[in-house]
């Protein structure tokens, strides 16, 4: 398995931005597609962004396109997750995650199974 560490989160005002950071252990790490997950209080887990073990393709909630970029810089084994124009709406707890199968790219939550120990993200209003 892979062993993720996620954080940058923070407090920021409505139209800032931050930026987030998933770093891995592990040799194995660029073999990965690897996902941003949030989860607000009451709300179930849903997913941000996924970005493919080579970086060539990605996915994007709705909620975030045009807003938000995934990208990824294999030799330092680490995931980013640019934040920009944030939304009170966007206030959540912030995962990273690896599927159980490495080089499958999904978007699915039940295929994910390393989870990161998450970052709080708060936008005030």
């Known amino acids: 398995q892979v062993q993720l560490v996620e954080s940058g989160g923070g407090l920021v005002q409505a139209g800032g931005s931050l930026r987030l950071s998933c770093t891995a252990s592990g040799r194995t790490f660029r073999s990965y597609a690897i996902g941003w997950f949030r989860q607000a209080p009451g709300n179930e887990r849903e997913v941000v962004a996924v970005?493919?073990?080579?970086?060539?393709?990605?996915y994007y909630a709705d909620a975030v396109k045009g807003r938000f970029t995934i990208s990824r810089d294999n030799a330092e084994n680490t995931v980013y997750l640019q934040m920009n124009s944030l939304k009170p709406e966007d206030t959540a707890f912030y995962y990273c995650?690896?599927?159980?199968?490495?080089?499958?790219?999904?978007?699915?939550?039940?295929?994910?199974?390393?989870w990161g120990q998450g970052t709080q993200v708060t936008v005030s209003s």
């Open positions: 970005i493919s073990w080579r970086g060539g393709t990605t």
């Open positions: 995650a690896a599927p159980t199968i490495a080089g499958k790219f999904t978007t699915t939550l039940a295929d994910f199974s390393s």
